[in-house]
């Protein structure tokens, strides 16, 4: 269903748990790999202002300013994927200032295979690939030497040089979901998939995000807003800089994270994703870039001005302060917002950060929301202390992921990814299952669609052994005698 790297690379951490049990008990691996990757993007960032001649001291503040953003130092943190795909991007964005500068053959594969580790990340990667291919055709066609006929194909050359890595991914992942599970695409066709969770949540979002197509702009553009309250004016300022001084580096940072949020826009507004707060956060760097690419333009221009008395110096130093204003403004507004669950902008991080982060004013919902998996380390080690054989407890991992990682003896379990998970499901006795493990949320557990009755009366193949009160619903624990 989703893109491979981000669960692999948490994978490779998974033997550590033998000599530390939190890596997997409490995702500690997961948070590692989004720590590494978003260190690698602000690092990627710092170097990408470099590239563009930002000034030392502004680069060293844009780059501060960028890594202390409320929504970069909890996506450093979460394990989510939005972290390494930052940092693929920031790749992309290094190589390609560097292709347009000296125009070489090795910046742009490495463009190239931030495009395809990007794909590996996640899905929005189509979006930057697609739009720096036809940008690197474009200038390379643009600036070659020769006739027609040789312009046209080292843009060809080129274009296929920076696209490849990306299409390549692209067609090796599609073939191995197909080779795995018998779909090209699994997140559009799979029952776990993002459309299938758009269409269970559909009346829900309806209500959250907007029911048509003017309240999700509107929803959306809030979103941008939160996270960079002052973007438009320092787009306005950096695309002006930029056209001035005539540099088509500047036009790189705003075509691939600009991709990327055209991207996620756009499939919201068409009602196919939930509309996360978390879908925006390239904003947040698109603005660092913008914010760079303008002072840069500001202190160009006071260099080459005639200016003997100096009176502009301190009118364009002004400028380019309020600029790092604007971008440091979106600190407290990303703070007020993912702690404050009086609206839908942040569903997914105000609670538990507002239980965090604002103790006097949290709900009892927002200090639940803080114990969760507590709950499923309890199970989990209920299980274990039952001693059971391996493959004796039958579970959809889609909604008991934490507990098999939680429990001390994962081979205990039967997930969906085990080849005799669907035989086990239809026989289950047969197969030495012992328990079933179900929880009574998420539409698409496996056992629980098989065993339509279970939670009613045990579908009159088990009996219910014992039940947990969890933040997300209840866990219920059944016996197959």
């Not at 033997?15 to 790999?33: D, I, M, N």
């Not at 197909?178 to 699994?186: C, R, Y």
């Not at 889609?398 to 997930?415: E, G, M, N």
């Amino acid at each position: 269903m989703w893109n491979p790297l981000p669960t692999l690379s948490a994978i490779a951490l998974l033997p550590l748990s033998a000599v530390w049990p939190a890596v997997t008990g409490y995702a500690l691996a997961g948070g590692f790999v989004s720590a590494l990757s978003m260190a690698g993007a602000v690092t990627l960032v710092a170097r990408s202002l470099r590239q563009l001649l930002v000034p030392t001291t502004w680069r060293r503040i844009l780059t501060g300013l960028c890594a202390i953003q409320p929504m970069i130092l909890l996506y450093a943190g979460n394990g989510m994927s939005e972290a390494m795909m930052l940092c693929w991007l920031m790749m992309t964005i290094t190589g390609l200032i560097d292709w347009v500068q000296n125009p070489r053959p090795a910046p742009l594969m490495l463009a190239g295979l931030g495009l395809g580790l990007t794909y590996l990340t996640r899905y929005e990667a189509v979006a930057p690939a697609l739009a720096v291919t036809a940008f690197v055709g474009y200038v390379s066609w643009a600036r070659a030497d020769g006739g027609r006929s040789y312009r046209l194909h080292t843009a060809i050359a080129d274009a296929a040089l920076v696209a490849l890595p990306a299409a390549f991914t692209f067609g090796a992942w599609a073939a191995l979901s197909k080779s795995l599970v018998n779909q090209w695409f699994a997140t559009f066709s799979s029952e776990y998939g993002n459309s299938a969770q758009v269409q269970r949540r559909l009346a829900i979002n309806e209500q959250e995000i907007g029911g048509n197509l003017a309240e999700t702009a509107g929803f959306l553009i809030h979103q941008l807003f939160i996270l960079s309250p002052l973007l438009l004016p320092i787009l306005l300022v950096a695309v002006v800089a930029a056209v001035r001084s005539r540099q088509l580096t500047a036009a790189v940072p705003l075509l691939v994270l600009g991709s990327v949020l055209l991207f996620d826009n756009a499939v919201t507004l068409s009602g196919n994703s939930l509309g996360w707060l978390r879908f925006q956060i390239a904003v947040i760097p698109l603005t660092v870039f913008a914010a760079g690419i303008a002072l840069v333009g500001l202190q160009r221009s006071l260099e080459l001005s005639a200016d003997p008395t100096g009176r502009r110096a301190p009118v364009t130093l002004a400028v380019m302060l309020s600029l790092l204003a604007m971008v440091a403004a979106a600190i407290p507004w990303q703070m007020q917002t993912l702690t404050n669950h009086s609206g839908t902008l942040a569903r997914e991080e105000q609670y538990m950060l507002k239980s965090w982060l604002n103790p006097a004013a949290a709900n009892p919902q927002d200090h639940a929301a803080r114990q969760l998996f507590t709950t499923e380390r309890e199970i989990a080690g209920y299980l274990d202390d039952l001693n059971l054989p391996e493959g004796s407890v039958l579970t959809d991992t889609a909604y008991s992921y934490s507990v098999v990682l939680a429990s001390r003896h994962p081979t205990q379990f039967v997930i969906t990814s085990d080849r005799d998970f669907t035989q086990s499901v239809q026989q289950p006795r047969q197969n030495g299952v012992q328990y079933f493990l179900v929880a009574d949320y998420g539409g698409a557990d496996a056992v629980r669609t098989h065993y339509p009755d279970l939670l009613n009366d045990g579908a009159g193949i088990a009996t219910l052994q014992k039940r947990w009160d969890a933040y997300l619903g209840t866990w219920s624990l059944y016996h197959v005698p």
